[in-house]
C-alpha cells in the first residue's frame, strides 16, 4: 500500500520561503513520474510542479522562476523549494505519481500579505 506524507507547511509572509517534503512508502519516486499539487478553497486541485524519472522538471506558468521541484532517490523523497511566496500561492500542498495513488493529507502553506 502506498503512503504520501507532505510536510514543511506553515505562515509566511509574502516574499518568504518554504520547503515542502513529500516521503513515500510502498513505492519508488525514482522510476515515477511525481507532481506537487495544491488546492486552494474553492478551487480545483492543480499541477503546479513535476519531475520525471530522467530529472526533467516542469512548472505552472503561476510559479515558474520561484518554485524548484527536485528528488532524492536515496531517501525516496521529493522536494519543493518555495521562494517569492505570494499571498495566492496559499493553499493545500500535496505530492503524488504517476499513476496517481491514494492523496495524503497535504500540508497548508499560508502567505500573509
Known amino acids: 500500500q502506498v503512503h504520501l506524507v507532505e510536510s514543511g507547511g506553515g505562515l509566511v509572509q509574502a516574499g518568504g520561503s518554504l520547503r515542502l517534503s513529500c516521503a513515500a512508502s510502498?513505492?519508488?519516486?525514482?522510476?515515477?513520474?511525481v507532481g506537487w499539487y495544491r488546492q486552494a478553497p474553492g478551487n480545483r486541485r492543480e499541477l503546479v510542479a513535476g519531475?520525471?524519472?530522467?530529472?526533467?522538471?516542469n512548472y505552472a506558468a503561476t510559479v515558474k522562476g520561484r518554485f524548484t521541484i527536485a528528488r532524492d532517490n536515496a531517501k525516496n523523497t521529493v522536494y519543493l523549494q518555495m521562494n517569492g511566496l505570494k499571498p495566492e500561492d496559499t493553499a493545500v500542498y500535496y505530492c503524488?505519481?504517476?499513476?496517481?495513488?491514494?492523496w495524503g493529507q497535504g500540508t497548508q502553506v499560508t502567505v500573509s500579505s
Open positions: 510502498g513505492t519508488i519516486f525514482s522510476i515515477n513520474f
Open positions: 503524488n505519481k504517476l499513476p496517481i495513488e491514494p
Open positions: 519531475i520525471t524519472p530522467g530529472g526533467s522538471t
